[in-house]
């Protein structure tokens, strides 16, 4: 899915994918105002890898980045299911369990 100059979510088209052509900033071509406030859009540098971003959302982006936000937790959360579920290559299997790194030594 990307977002559509005016405003609506559409299908990627077959064959194509995310926007690639950029600016001399870096900036994608997308044919969006970055500047513009409360509209959700992909993201300037990040588009092409299905980044969207939103400058001061507000009451009219609110809901659509709630869901956007719950659709890719639980992707990553399927993701990691399935990952886990497979184990290894060598066929060990992963360890769920977070990591917390010591605090780096004081001085």
């Known amino acids: 899915m990307v977002v559509s100059p005016d405003g609506r979510w559409r299908p990627t088209p077959r ?7 950029r600016d ?5 071509d997308t044919g969006f105002d970055y ?3 409360d509209q959700v859009m992909p ?6 890898q299905y980044w969207v971003g939103v400058v ?3 009451a009219n ?4 980045v709630r869901h956007l936000l719950d659709e890719a937790h639980r992707f990553a959360a399927r993701k990691h299911a399935n990952r886990s579920a497979r184990g290894t290559r060598d066929g060990s299997v992963l360890d769920a369990t977070p990591r917390v790194s010591a605090a780096p030594p004081e001085g």
């Open 61 to 64: 982006t609110i809901d659509e």
């Open 43 to 48: 993201h300037p540098y990040y588009g092409s």
């Open 15 to 21: 064959g194509s994918g995310p926007p690639t052509d």
């Open 24 to 28: 001399e900033h870096g900036v994608l």
């Open 56 to 58: 001061s959302p507000a």
């Open 35 to 37: 500047s513009a406030r």
